[in-house]
């Protein structure tokens, strides 16, 4: 399993990035996949989720109505597109995988099995 997270950088306060994360090494049609972040020191935060098939999307409540989830099942790919980004929006962005069907509990870190590298997002004021 590998899952690679692209699309990071710095942003002006109130712009918009698009994260990707690709994923190989599985079948991505088995997968619920999330998106988390973390600042240093911190414990990461659920960001949002998607089920295998796109049916059933979560999101936090720091991010509701900001970001959109969104998955390429033809192109192993899985978006986050977020708006009207903050200050308080900069840290590592990673995404994760797991086999779990959706469940409470579905934005605790401990819930997913495989994680990216991360890709750094920072916004400036």
């Known amino acids: 399993v590998q899952l690679v997270e692209s699309g990071g950088g710095l942003v002006q306060a109130g712009g918009s990035l698009r994260l990707s994360c690709a994923a190989s090494?599985?079948?991505?049609?088995?997968?619920?996949i999330a998106w988390f972040r973390q600042a240093p020191g911190q414990e990461r935060e659920g960001l949002s989720c998607i089920d295998e098939n796109g049916g059933s999307i979560h999101y936090g409540d720091s991010v509701t109505g900001r970001f959109t989830i969104a998955r390429d099942s033809a192109g192993n790919t899985v978006y986050l597109q977020m708006q009207h980004l903050q200050p308080e929006d900069t840290d590592v962005y990673y995404c994760?995988?797991?086999?779990?069907?959706?469940?409470?509990?579905?934005?605790?870190?401990?819930?997913?099995?495989?994680w990216g590298q991360g890709t750094q997002v920072t916004v400036s004021s």
């Open positions: 090494g599985f079948t991505f049609g088995d997968y619920m």
């Open positions: 994760a995988s797991t086999l779990a069907p959706d469940m409470p509990g579905r934005f605790s870190s401990s819930f997913y099995t495989a």
